[in-house]
């Protein structure tokens, strides 16, 4: 069976190396985008990796002791054995045991504490991801942890498949299909492989999304005759259109609180719009500063903020306040979600011409790192919350 975050979190209660890259938007690879620097000593090997990896994921310069803000140290002996010290201080602020799981587990809860010190954010290295992948003319649905290790391949349909989204608690997915001919919404539990057919309209049923409590699900469904907007309870009752146009929509994503949700409008080039979950006028987001074609929206768990993408054949993700306002250009790429943290994003990247790779971004300081390379094209990731 496999290992669920819930229950990785909970062994580890008990107690990577990849490349940066540069954003064609912005130049990243200048070290003043680095706010903290770290230094990390006594650790060699999967450890050592790890703890960089996951530390620089959110905007930290791994450095020497001499000119770190931090320091953070340890021993590996069948378990890891961190502390962690601010500079100029006598002694460590704390030091920790981590037992139970792998070693690779135990350095990403080392990990999170650490970042729990320096950012004060939810901690996201014990996460996980899904997305589409394609190998060769097949695409099918995968998952991952957060780092792209462990991927695991959960369709082997040789069907078309878009846009997986994750029930909340991370226990399973919900993911278009073509399986049958015909576009279809299945459910599928991650750690079982048993799936249900969760909506198969007259028509196109596309693009569901999960509400945060769980209760109700957002797609878009053509049985009105266009793709617009419905929502429907987790049940199967309740179904609802919200959106009444001869326009295209697509790509729903829920406001934290569950009142609202984001979409986008193809009355002309494609906007950004939002309307009640209860129904009502949808109203356009005032997005400036974007540019054109604002597709693909992803609120931030924390309400503040909905990243998107921009542009046509050259993408670039950007985010906006949720009120609306002045867009933040950030790097190249498309497919943004936000992690639980509400800083950290992963997207896809274009490679080649027919490869995509998965990213993360830290917002604040507009540095990417690349997850682990898995073999295939990836692209449309979420992130279990």
């Known amino acids: 069976m496999k290992t669920t975050p819930t229950h990785l979190l909970a062994i580890l209660m008990l107690g990577a190396c990849c490349c940066s890259v540069h954003g064609q938007i912005l130049d990243i690879s200048k070290t003043n985008n680095y706010t903290v620097p770290v230094a990390v000593s006594g650790f060699e090997g999967e450890v050592d990796s790890v703890l960089k990896f996951d530390l620089s994921v959110l905007g930290m310069e791994i450095t020497t002791p001499d000119k770190a803000q931090y320091l953070v140290s340890g021993t590996v002996n069948g378990r890891v054995q961190g502390s ?144 617009n907007l419905w929502v429907r309870n987790v049940d199967g009752s309740g179904l609802k259109q919200l959106t009444h146009t001869s326009y295209e929509d697509s790509s729903p994503t829920w406001s934290p609180d569950g009142r609202e949700i984001c979409f986008v409008c193809r009355s002309g080039r494609p906007l950004l719009q939002k309307i009640s979950a209860g129904g009502g006028a949808a109203r356009t987001v005032r997005v400036s500063g974007a540019g054109e074609n604002m597709t693909s929206p992803d609120w931030s768990p924390d309400g503040k903020w909905i990243a998107f993408t921009s542009g046509s054949g050259n993408f670039t993700i950007c985010v906006v306040p949720a009120e609306g306002g002045e867009a933040q250009r950030l790097v190249a790429g498309e497919d943004p979600c936000w992690a639980p943290n509400s800083r950290t994003i992963v997207f896809s990247r274009r490679v080649s011409s027919d490869r995509h790779i998965l990213s993360l971004l830290d917002v604040p300081t507009k540095h990417v790192k690349d997850v682990r390379e898995i073999s295939g094209s990836c692209s449309e990731p979420s992130w279990a919350r």
């Open 84 to 227: 962690f010290a601010v500079v100029g201080t006598t002694q460590a602020k704390w030091s920790k045991g981590y037992a139970g799981g792998s070693l690779r587990l135990q350095a990403h809860a080392f990990a999170n504490d650490i970042a729990a010190e320096i950012r004060g954010t939810a901690p996201i290295f014990l996460t996980r991801i899904a997305f589409r992948i394609q190998q060769g003319r097949s695409t099918e649905i995968a998952e991952s942890d957060f780092d792209g290790y462990h991927a695991t391949v959960l369709t082997r349909d040789g069907a078309l498949v878009e846009t997986p989204t994750w029930m909340p608690g991370g226990h399973a997915l919900l993911y278009t299909t073509w399986k049958q001919g015909g576009e279809e919404i299945l459910e599928q539990n991650v750690s079982t492989g048993e799936r249900r057919i969760f909506a198969n309209y007259h028509g196109a049923n596309l693009s569901p999304e999960v509400s945060p409590d769980g209760s109700k699900v957002a797609m878009i469904l053509s049985r009105g005759g266009y793709p």
